[in-house]
């Protein structure tokens, strides 16, 4: 498994960035606070991955364990058991699974790779490792089979030959198939490489190997030749044999299948082309596609099955792909969503010599893992207990909430189990196997992911599992149906036009905003009842700001009605269209004045859940499409939203549903503008600038712009040519809006009371203050305007503005203010709901009780660096350059349980952590070599050192910062292996016993043995032992080892020497070794045991 090599270098750390915090502490004023969070709380490490494994090859089962296993082509192997079990685990190499073999209820896994390499995993701890490796130098595998209770491992190449491995050793046997031998005369070519082998299930003496030009040979083990040899004209995909052994069937590139008695000479006994069509004069059928892969089981009091991929004919164009069922003279195609890459059926026995008894299929396909019933009529699928539908839309953003209100994962579960489809099967999920965690850390743990298709989805990630709770579906706010003269207006977004661009979410009063690539920002509240709303109220927003156009003929700065001066604190600014109508839209004489999406027109169900309680829209300008929105804010307790784009921002009050505020971003600096800023020409394209994947502002090019968000074909490099000088703009560059921040806080300087503040931070690295003079609550607050004064830039950074946070005089995070929840849809009269609102507190925020004489300590980071501003004296109390050569993709002020740091995330694939307020580098790790423009989309972190990112287009990886949960981490991770009996062995039956029927055995040591075969060429493959050889072996006997050498590894991320430890160390692994030297005596004393089990 590949593990980073982790060290916090904290004494001068690798980048030039690290340099000490300067500080300055302003003359009269004492800033010493006590900081708790020290390095030793940090320490970072991966905790678990959810969702479809990305690419997949290849699949196993075990039947006795019941763990499914999934290996896919990067190298990474998914090992699956009850819902809540899941691992993932990493070949180092890289390189695709071919295929997975269980031994089966042995706690071990076989996978091949297509680097003609075979590894041996030990499933028996909870981080699988690998014991053995095996390369083979000289030929390339092609197909493994390990029978049932057999520790050798047959291995065919692409030569034709077939190796034994093994696999308690690894080490190869003298004992060789050659090709030539096998085929003899039959064939005067080569047969083309191994696709099959495996062994008479009733007598182990004999093994089919299966050709790829069509030649099946039946090779007797012990007198080293071939017994049989069948030969048909049509390339072979795949062979599985009838339980007595007495019969077999091969599926064919024509789309055929061919049973073959084991006796039978020369021809099949029978020839099915399920999908072809019958020819009337008994010609042969036509052909069909490649029947790709064929299993045949039987049943004990009934007609076996038969279940196949592929072979359909060739004129279903356009078909989906199909699982074939064929049972009796019934034959079921089951069509499938994506391709089939593989499927095995579940079966009641183990033993391949017994009736097979299949009562599942699964089948994995490109994006999905299918589980069909095939007991019940009609074969339903299993309803998915895992959390394999991340990517039933591609992700476009995602937000991560740790430590969230109690009640609010019953709340979401309780409206999203009405979401169900009905039609499942109504047994239990068949991959039960594992045992789950026993973790001790339960705060609730919520991610929301915003996907293309304009879908949130709410999960419950507490406790390091994941499950789906709620999803909402955006677009049925929108017409869809568009009409053909609309299509012009709608390239701004062609494919996706619904996609989710940045989400707003506030846990405790439940409102949530989300801001789509179509310049709209839809505002929903939480309601547990169901309602029809007539009309969806909408609010249409001009934003555009000429600087060279004063007089511009529609009145204002080129941005329409909307632009008014500076409003004087008490003048109440003009709103877009009527406000007592706020759904008609301001038709203005520039024809131009459209949105980009059609807000339904017709009466609309909500069900209980998520419910629109406005819309606002963001609409074409004398002929320009609205810029996309970089930044969303919202706040429940002043009943606002702001959200902002390269021109400017607005305010938003939902409860009155008027736009407050609506100003450019020159004209928030008023008359000390520190910018020499040049009027902007006139642009020559009509598309909006900047991809919702590109990073740099306004970069993307026209043709990419109009790509789906979610399109990764770009360029995986950051490569970013943003000047570092702040002063000096680029013509085309505009100051836009990249961040929010409300508060209840000092809003000038000097100030001596705390009023509510809105922070503005723009991609030129400046912060301004906006204070707002909010009605009291009850009827005034539906009635009187909010008033928003600009006053002023608090500060300016080096960079575009990342994150803002609040402390008060002791270094505690002050939240912003907030109302708690509260049924919207109540259905008594409207004074009855005043009271409601009136008795609660409008702000559940500390600030409110602070002393007037304490200072507050106001956090601002911008992708370069952190400063710490003391309030009301502005002064500026620490700085930190966190990078020079890179910059931050995302950063977060979150709450530890010690304490409350700043966590970043560096394009550099660094994740630091600062301490607060005094700008302490605390950790600096190198966490990824290269980072992804998904990454940096996705890239989250949370309080309690959590924090996740999408590490492929399908699945989350999580990880932790914090030293607590590392610790924690093996205590939470469930149990792949449970000790299971392995099930009794098919009764023989007197006769057959009598008369030599029934399984034959074979001793296989006598024959692959170093005795009787010697040792193999040792040029044809080297042995690899594994990292997991001394954990996995000693640390399966005894757990003082294993727990040894976690600590070494964990300390040597910490970056500590290991000397002192050096001494204990080397005893105990001299006491481990003497425990292993008894454990093999055991072993050799009981040699009918497995390996495993001493």
Known sequence: MKKFNIRKVLDGLKEASSSTPSVHVGPQENHLIQETLQSEHFQLCKTVRHGFPYQPSSMAFDPVQKILAIGTQSGALRLFGRP????????????????????????????????????????????????????????????????????????GTERGNIHIVNVESFMLSGYVIMWNKAIELSSKAHPGPVVHISDNPMDEGKLIIGFESGIVVLWDLKSKKADYRYTYDEAIHSVAWHHEGK??????????????????????????????????????????????????????????????????????????PCLTVMHGKSTAVLEMDYPIVD?????????????????????????????????????????????????????????????????LIPALYSVGSRQKRQGYSKKEWPISGGNWGQGTQSYPEIIITGHADGTVKFWDASAIMLQVLYKLKTAKVFDRNRSKEDKSSMEVSDEDPFAIQIMAWCPESRMLCVAGVSANVIIYRFSKLEVTTEVVQLLEVRMQYELNDTESPDGGGGGGEQTSALPTPGASPQTSGPPSHPSTSSNNSDGGNMPCLKVRSTPMKQSPGYQVDLVVQLVWVSGEPPQQITSLALNSSYGLVVFGNSNGLAVVDYVQKTVVLNLGTVELYGSNDPYQRQPRSPRKTRQPSGGLCDINEGSATSEDRCKSPTSDHRDNSFSRSRSSSVTSIDKEAKEAISSFHFCETFARKGDSTLTPCLYVGTSLGTVLTLALTLPPAGEQRQLQPVIISPTGMLVRLKGS??????????????????????????????????????????????????????????????????????????????????????????????????????????????????????????????????????????????????????????????????????????????????????????????????????????????????????????????????????????????????????????????????????????????????????????????????????
Not at 128 to 147: D, M, N, Q, V, Y
Not at 883 to 912: K, P, W, Y
């Open 343 to 407: 499927f095995l059926t579940l079966c009641e026995t183990p033993y391949p010599n017994d009736f097979q008894e299949p009562y599942a299929v699964v089948v994995l396909l490109e994006k999905d893992l299918v589980v069909i019933d095939l007991a019940q009529n009609g074969y339903p699928i299993f309803e998915n207990p895992y959390p394999l539908t991340i990517h039933e839309s591609p992700v476009t953003c995602c937000e991560y909430f740790a430590d969230c209100p109690v009640d």
């Open 84 to 155: 809540g079990v899941e691992c993932y685990c990493q070949h180092e190499s890289g390189a695709a699974v071919i295929q997975l073999q269980f031994l089966i209820n042995e706690g071990a896994l076989v996978s091949a790779l297509a680097d003609d390499t075979v590894h041996l995993w030990n499933l028996r701890q909870k981080r699988p490792a690998i014991l053995h490796s095996l390369k083979f130098s000289r030929e390339r595998i092609t197909f493994c089979h390990l029978p049932f209770q057999s520790k050798w491992l047959y291995i």
């Open 801 to 1094: 503005h990342l994150r803002m946070a609040f402390l008060d005089s002791t270094g505690a995070l002050l939240p912003p203010a907030f109302d708690p929840w509260y049924e919207p849809n109540v259905t008594a009269d409207g004074e009855e709901r005043e009271k409601v609102r009136k008795r609660r507190p409008v702000s559940v925020s500390p600030s409110t009780s602070q002393d007037l004489n304490e200072s507050q300590y106001a956090v601002v980071c911008s992708e370069k660096q952190a400063k710490v501003i003391s309030l009301p004296s502005q002064t500026c109390i620490y700085k930190h350059s966190i990078t020079e050569t890179s910059f931050i993709l995302r950063a977060d002020v979150v709450q530890m349980s010690q304490g409350v740091c700043l966590a970043c995330f560096c394009a550099n694939g660094h994740i630091m952590t600062l301490s607060l307020p005094g700008l302490r580098p605390l950790m600096d790790v190198n966490y990824l070599p290269l980072t992804d423009m998904r990454i940096a989309r996705t890239f989250c972190f949370t309080n309690l050192g959590q924090a996740m990112y999408l590490c492929s287009p399908t699945e989350i990886q999580r990880i932790t910062y914090s030293q607590d949960t590392c610790e924690n981490l093996q205590e939470m991770l469930g149990e792949l292996f449970t000790p299971v009996e392995t099930p009794e062995a098919p009764n023989r039956g007197f006769f057959k016993g009598l008369f030599g029927g029934g399984a034959q055995s074979l001793d296989r040591e006598e024959l692959f043995g170093e005795v009787a075969a010697g040792r193999a060429s040792r040029s044809l493959a080297q042995h690899i032992p594994g990292p997991g050889g001394i954990e996995g072996m000693k640390g399966a006997a005894s757990g003082v080892v294993g727990d040894l050498a976690r600590a070494r590894i964990a300390l040597d991320e910490r970056g500590q020497k290991l000397g002192e430890l050096e001494e204990r160390t080397a005893a105990m692994m001299a006491s481990a070794d003497s425990f292993s030297k008894h454990a093999h005596e055991m072993m050799l004393k009981c040699k009918d045991k497995k390996w495993y089990q001493f």
């Open 247 to 320: 019969q077999f069937i091969c599926s064919h590139s024509d789309g055929t299948l061919t049973i073959w008695n084991v006796r039978g000479q020369g021809k099949p006994i029978q020839t099915i082309t399920p999908h072809g069509k019958q020819p009337k004069d008994g010609k042969k059928p036509e052909p069909c596609k490649p029947i790709l892969k064929v299993e045949y089981k039987t049943t004990r009091n009934g007609e076996p099955f038969i279940i196949l991929s592929g072979g359909l004919s060739y004129d279903t164009v356009g078909r989906r």
